[in-house]
Structure formats: structure tokens, C-alpha cells
T-cell receptor, first 115, second 109 residues
Framework: DTAVSQTPKYLVTQMGNDKSIKCEQN?????MYWYKQDSKKFLKIMFSYNNKELIINETVPNRFSPKSPDKAHLNLHINSLELGDSAVYFC??????????????FGPGTRLTVL | EDQVTQSPEALRLQEGESSSLNCSYTVSGLRGLFWYRQDPGKGPEFLFT???AGEEKEKERLKATLTKKESFLHITAPKPEDSATYLC??????????FGDGTTLTVKP
């Protein structure tokens, strides 16, 4: 019974292509996140949505566009992929800030390789 | 800007050899400090949350402590299955989480 799921698990694509990663959580959380983990294992937040509204938007290129159709889903669309986009992308979810524990539960990750 | 520094970067222990991992932080209003465990090819798995200086939490062979500037993750009599990367993160009052680079622990039988 997966709490936070992501698809696909692996994504290999050519430079310049557009791709999407999907994330779903069944924990009833209001807040969802996208993180990027580079080859040095550094985990950096990209976006955070609370109840379908963007609340955190770090310095991320405009080519990255998150979309939240409902509070259980947060998808990440990437346009014009570049070599530097190669990384593992993690989705996470938590209760809304200030409403219960802020513990984040992470998905299994999507390993994106841009050739 | 919030900062988290973890040390050492890598730690190799013999089974049963206790040690500690350090997480130093600066944050503009600490909401919580989190410890996660990450196994290769998997997402981070929650271990502990600490909210205020002096707080301690334990789980099996792990014990986390918190001061105003740093947190320690103490590992007592580790086993090979404790081998993983341990991540520390702080969350500020705006709800933003900042992660450290992690400490990769290897426990040899």
C-alpha cells in the first residue's frame, strides 16, 4: 500500500525533449513537494504546493513547471531538457505547515538521464 | 539563508562500534529538525523530529539530540543493516526545508 508513488521510476531522454513526472500520495496530506538530488546526493527543494497552491518556488529555471490537479497529485513537467537536469527527482508530502507533524514522506524517486 | 552542514561525510565502523553523526545548522526560526535515513536507490525514510533544544528521541540503536546550533545522531552498537546515508534537515517557520549533504555510514561485520 504505497504512501507516495512516482512514475516513471527511470526516464532516459534526449536533450531538448519535454517530459513529465507524476506523483500521487494517499496519506491525506495537504502539502506536496518536489526535490532534486544530484550526483553528490545533495537534496534540494524545488517547489512546494499546499492544497493545490504554490507556496515555495526556489530558484528553478522556467523550464520546470509543477502542476497540481488536486491535493493528492503533484506533477512536474520539464521543457527543453538539458544535460544538467540529469538527477533523481523526489516527490514528498506532509501535513500543512502548522497543522500537525511536518514530517515529510518521500516517494521512491525518478532517475532522469538526459543524453 | 538557512544552512545545514553534516559531518563526517563518510563513516566506517565495525559492528558494535558506537559513534555519532553531527549536524550543524543555522536557520531563521526553527520549526523542526529532521533526521532521515536513505538507502541506495530509495527515497529518504523518516527517523526523528526534534523541535527544541534539549530534546532527545530514541529508536532502537539510534538516539537524536538537539542544541541551539547542532544535532547529533548517536548510533549504539551498530549492525551492518544500519549502513545507509543519514540526512539531516531543518524546517524554518515559512515551511521551507533545507537538507545537509548527508553522512554515509558503512558498518562492517
Amino acid at each position: 500500500d504505497t504512501a507516495v508513488s512516482q512514475t516513471p521510476k527511470y526516464l532516459v531522454t534526449q536533450m531538448g525533449n519535454d517530459k513529465s513526472i507524476k506523483c500521487e500520495q494517499n496519506l491525506g496530506h495537504d502539502t506536496m513537494y518536489w526535490y532534486k538530488q544530484d550526483s553528490k546526493k545533495f537534496l534540494k527543494i524545488m517547489f512546494s504546493y499546499n492544497n493545490k497552491e504554490l507556496i515555495i518556488n526556489e530558484t528553478v529555471p522556467n523550464r520546470f513547471s509543477p502542476k497540481s490537479p488536486d491535493k493528492a497529485h503533484l506533477n512536474l513537467h520539464i521543457n527543453s531538457l538539458e544535460l544538467g537536469d540529469s538527477a533523481v527527482y523526489f516527490c514528498a508530502s506532509s501535513h500543512a505547515p502548522g497543522q500537525g507533524t511536518d514530517t515529510q514522506y518521500f516517494g521512491p524517486g525518478t532517475r532522469l538521464t538526459v543524453l | 539563508e538557512d544552512q545545514v552542514t553534516q559531518s563526517p561525510e563518510a563513516l566506517r565502523l565495525q559492528e558494535g562500534e558506537s559513534s555519532s553523526l553531527n549536524c550543524s545548522y543555522t536557520v531563521s526560526g526553527l520549526r523542526g529538525l529532521f533526521w532521515y535515513r536513505q538507502d541506495p536507490g530509495k527515497g529518504p525514510e523518516f527517523l526523528f523530529t526534534l523541535y527544541s533544544a534539549g530534546e532527545e528521541k530514541e529508536k532502537e540503536r539510534l538516539k537524536a539530540t538537539l542544541t541551539k546550533k547542532e544535532s547529533f545522531l548517536h548510533i549504539t552498537a551498530p549492525k551492518p543493516e544500519d549502513s545507509a546515508t543519514y540526512l539531516c534537515a531543518v524546517q524554518d517557520n515559512a515551511g521551507k526545508s533545507t537538507f545537509g549533504d548527508g553522512t554515509t555510514l558503512t558498518v562492517k561485520p
